[in-house]
């Protein structure tokens, strides 16, 4: 039987982090097991209502918003199983990155790379192709051994390379349109170390090296405001070094009162007299300095976020990257636009996923952002306009203007994913506005 509070009737509104995109479902439900998940998804499916599974809310986008039945992951946070022996750990779906990071260190492991926020879902990850940086790392959904799908009438699908291989080529990324993921088993890496390098540096410099940097390093990214000549570079190379842990007043200090108040009290001045935004971020990058961080990798890798932002993010073939943030800072002045936070830049392997914001090519990241409050959509059109020249694609979980017939030529096995979700979700219950705008309808499997 199903727990109590496994599914709520009532239509409680839901909100994203960001809380700038937000739904009423006429049902939601919060299973605690894949028993009690198959139980809501099966009688969804009788009651003719659309499926959405929402991770932990940090998409940007109206990806997860449901007029019918969504389902929360929050309670399948459960680790199943480690092997330290193989590296194999299996785990619910809803656990979240941070979660699995503490519970798979005591094991003596780690993920092989990470974003730098770790609060998302790891189902909610994967789906929508989130990535750390690194020109010789993929994903975190190429990170994934095993995937676990619940379909739309309750019944279990499992896949592998082994095991419906093409089934699982589209869902390591399947943007939850193809099913709930009740359990991702995950290829992790013995626990490591990092080195830490946040330092300064033209801008100049760092696009013209940026090849050199990228492959040079085991992480690189940069982060540079609109109006500065200088870029923030940050590096993480793996040491064989035991960490050192900041004292736990330097990372308050550091983390919380520098990163986060201080800049967002910037932000604030900016969002108040747009025309200072210039000087701020030219006085940000002014202050800036340098630190080196020895730490367990995903103590390295994420960073608390307590400014609230939006964002959006597209993927390049790595060589046009420099072109790509040239070309943003220059628009942005001309086009008279306020821009109070850095573009951030990053690199990622290929992989081979179907619709993996990667898929085939070493891929370069830029990611602009505005502050909660602010007029977003000038400035990330006129990206997208940019981006649009040099075959990006949008990041699945973040604000972004296209539709299915843009998008069908930009991935090579557009069609073959499509098949895959004609498959698995023939009726279109896993739709919502944004499946229907971004994937276009369910075609027929005939």
Avoid at 7 to 19: H, I, L
Avoid at 261 to 284: D, E, K, M, T
Avoid at 327 to 351: N, Q, S
Wanted: charged share 25%; net charge negative.
């Amino acid at each position: 039987m199903p727990e109590p509070n496994d599914r709520d009737v009532r239509p409680v509104p839901w909100r994203n982090w960001t809380g700038d995109e937000s739904c009423r479902p006429a049902r939601q439900a919060s299973p605690a097991n894949r028993e009690a998940l198959a139980d809501a998804l099966a009688e969804a499916c009788a009651a003719g209502l659309r499926v959405r599974v929402a991770g932990a809310g940090h998409s940007f986008s109206d990806i997860a918003l449901s007029d019918g039945l969504m389902i929360g992951l929050e309670r399948m946070r459960r680790v199943l199983d480690v092997d330290p022996s193989t590296g194999l750990v299996r785990v619910e779906g809803g656990i979240t990155i941070g979660e699995l990071s503490a519970a798979i260190a005591a094991h003596g492991l780690a993920m092989e790379n990470l974003g730098d926020v770790d609060r998302q879902s790891i189902a909610g990850a994967i789906s929508t192709a989130t990535h750390g940086t690194g020109a010789r790392l993929r994903n975190i959904s190429s990170q994934v051994a095993e995937l676990t799908l619940m379909l739309a009438d309750g019944s279990t699908l499992v896949c592998s390379e082994q095991t419906e291989p093409e089934v699982f080529r589209a869902a390591r990324v399947g943007l939850g349109a193809l099913g709930a993921i009740a359990e991702v088993t995950l290829r992790c890496v013995p626990a490591f170390t990092l080195r830490g390098v946040d330092a300064p540096a033209p801008l100049a410099d760092v696009l013209d090296g940026f090849e050199r940097l990228a492959l040079g390093n085991d992480h690189f990214e940069f982060f540079v405001f609109p109006h500065a000549d200088r870029a923030l570079t940050r590096t993480n190379n793996r040491t064989d070094e035991p960490p050192r842990p900041r004292s736990r007043v330097s990372a308050h200090v550091n983390d919380i009162v520098l990163t986060n108040h201080v800049f967002g009290l910037v932000c604030r001045a900016g969002r108040r007299f747009p025309s200072r935004i210039p000087q701020l971020n030219r006085l940000v990058t002014t202050l800036a300095g340098s630190s080196t961080r020895l730490d367990s990798s995903f103590e390295i890798f994420a960073s608390p976020r307590l400014v609230r932002f939006t964002e959006m993010e597209y993927a390049l073939p790595r060589e046009r990257t420099p072109e790509a943030v040239r070309a943003v800072m220059e628009m942005v002045p001309r086009e008279g636009l306020a821009v109070p936070f850095p573009i951030e830049v990053r690199a990622v392997a290929a992989d081979d996923a179907m619709l993996s914001t990667a898929a085939g090519r070493d891929s370069g990241f830029v990611a602009v952002h505005m502050y909660e409050g602010m007029e977003w959509r000038p400035y990330f059109k006129a990206v997208a306009a940019i981006m649009d020249g040099l075959g990006g694609r949008p990041h699945w979980g973040k604000r972004h203007f296209q539709t299915a017939e843009g998008l069908r030529e930009r991935y090579p096995e557009w069609d073959a994913f499509q098949s895959v979700r004609a498959r698995l979700d023939p009726d279109g219950v896993f739709a919502n506005e944004w499946t229907e705008r971004v994937l276009g309808p369910v075609r027929s499997a005939a």
